[in-house]
């Protein structure tokens, strides 16, 4: 397989994400590195596969640093982020230093808060390990870590220098991991193109195998959506917000549930399911349309039904949520399959109705 | 006195300066709130003279909270930004917050980071109440904490939505306070404009008793000055770096000393005298441009020499500067009264002579 280059165009600067199959990840990663030092951060159960070979590639050239963390959201903290900057103090890293993220999402929106908040911002390089990372959180520069109350409420708008994807590595990659990355292909499907979501559904069973020209062609076509919402909106301000379809949903799941019992993609599956419900009850989604969703997650092997969480208590855990404005949830909802919006256009008992665990007859068959 | 605007054109956004005398501070400030919640940081010794005039007058329109932190430059740390998170939190604020820093730099810089991470970035305003942060560190955007190893090491380029220096603030800040704001404002007229230098001389025994009329002139002059240099480059790649003019040296006597003990504006005050000695002993600087600057900050009542540290210990804390690029030490030294230069064109012998705890001789008379 050759390697594709795509090219993300944030307001600070351009870089590529390089997607390919067993490259050489230091040769691919040094035309990016600025200044003499680098520092790999990495966990616990990335840094045994990929390390010694991307230190062994850089050692000639750099000094090279690393710092290997735990590994799970439960680790996204501020006391992570500390350990990083202590290596940094430690070593006299200066304000030409790289951060490589390599790992998860987790490791990368950590890395790249340390990369944003070191000396008010260094270089750095995401090279995402899990399929979630590669299709969603190493593209567009979104970096942070989870206060105790709220996921992702620490952090800053960052780009990375490059991102480079190897499919290789999902082939060490735990199957319910490959799950839940699959969970937000999806979502850019039903947000984005309904083509891609029926190219998803002839193709669902061949991607969960890791046929590689499969994943990477749906890699390639996420980070394309990713890169067109972010050149057009870096911060937020509009269109990036669908980006979070599933997510203020899936944001109670994890929170109540405690960070890391649900993955983040699971969490995301179960709250686009709710999502689409409260789409089909406000006349927007067919009854088919919901069930097409509910069978690609399936397919995928992804959990559509969200723990029970008291309705009360998923609407209080909402209002920490980054997308209320003057105390008013706002959602992303679907107006059809492949085009969403954000609104505030839904009453609260319909919210509720939502929230409310499900009955066994919710369950399409 | 009429209040003077001035505006600070930064990448993200342009931004008004507002001096005046015994302003109504909420009235200045309400136009800058966005959303309908307002968090106000302030410490335990500015709270008491102004949180509760400036609650009343945002009552009626805004939901206020406020997180007081104690104050000094030791607490200008990880724990206290993690009060101001926490204050966020329980209070279920949104993206719409509106962060107020009121109170002196280690404020301004603490709630400007807080505003700079907190969702990635909310609104903020300073209301700086010393002539340090009303001179310099509350116009620009630097915001951060301090390492355990090294001053403002974290941090992050956040722009306040408007400034407010009032200078009747003045009034009830501690003599030291003043003559260390007044170490910045030296700084200025020594990087930027000899005349302005001359106007200090002339002027410095009316300024250290308060002239409104002049302090106010000279807040003004410092902020045009920070101002012009921040349009040209917020980033701190060229000419920005200038303003850092003894400020490698005063890090190395704040890190030694212990946060706190020292000042940050005594520490720049002895900090610009080595970076003086050291331009003259380039022959940049004849002894007697050396004897002027010394004079006037005796003026100022500021320290002109530093407290004893091995020279080899401050090269190493110099090490932990962000000045440092590819392992060598960049200075802010002086081609003349009111021209600077970055430099890395001196013998490390010169440095360390600089350095060496200086004889009775070294003093000026």
Not at 83 to 88: G, Q, R
Not at 112 to 130: D, E, K, L
Not at 230 to 244: I, P, Q, S, T
Request: hydrophobic share 45%; with cysteine.
């Amino acid at each position: 397989m050759i390697s594709e280059h795509l090219l993300v165009k944030a307001p600070s600067h351009s870089y590529p994400i390089i997607i390919g199959y067993q490259m050489d990840m230091a040769q691919q990663i040094i035309p990016y590195i600025t200044g003499h030092q680098v520092l790999i951060v990495s966990n616990e159960t990335v840094a045994p596969l990929y390390l010694d070979n991307l230190k062994a590639g850089l050692a000639s050239k750099f000094a090279v640093f690393e710092c290997i963390l735990p590994d799970g959201e439960i680790y996204k903290t501020q006391e992570s982020i500390t350990k990083i900057y202590d290596v940094l103090m430690n070593n006299h890293c200066g304000r030409d230093i790289t951060l490589v993220a390599l790992g998860g999402g987790v490791i990368g929106d950590m890395t790249g808060f340390a990369a944003a908040s070191f000396m008010r911002g260094v270089n750095f390089i995401q090279i995402p390990t899990t399929l979630l990372a590669q299709v969603d959180s190493s593209v567009g520069g979104k970096t942070g870590i989870n206060h105790p109350k709220g996921k992702n409420m620490i952090g800053a708008f960052w780009q990375p220098r490059m991102v480079l994807a190897d499919m290789a590595t999902l082939t060490t990659l735990p199957k319910r991991e490959l799950s839940a990355g699959m969970a937000e292909v999806i979502k850019y499907a039903l947000i984005m193109d309904e083509s891609f979501l029926t190219w998803l559904e002839k193709n669902m069973s061949a991607l969960m195998t890791l046929d590689f020209e499969l994943i990477a062609e749906a890699v390639k076509r996420c980070c394309q959506y990713k890169a067109q919402v972010v050149a057009e909106d870096e911060r937020e301000a509009g269109r990036r917000a669908l980006l979070n379809f599933g997510h203020t949903f899936g944001h109670v799941i994890e929170t109540h549930e405690g960070y890391g019992s649900w993955l983040h993609g699971e969490a995301v599956a179960a709250g686009m399911m709710q999502a689409a419900q409260l789409s089909q009850r406000l006349g927007w989604l067919g009854i088919e349309d919901v069930q097409r969703i509910q069978s690609l997650l399936l397919a995928a092997k992804l959990p559509i039904v969200p723990p029970p969480i008291d309705p009360q208590v998923a609407l209080d855990l909402m209002g920490h949520d980054k997308k209320v404005k003057k105390g008013q949830i706002n959602l992303i909802l679907l107006k059809a399959l492949g085009d969403a919006c954000v609104t505030d256009d839904f009453s609260p008992t319909l919210l509720e109705s939502v929230l409310a665990p499900p009955l066994p007859s919710d369950i399409l068959e």
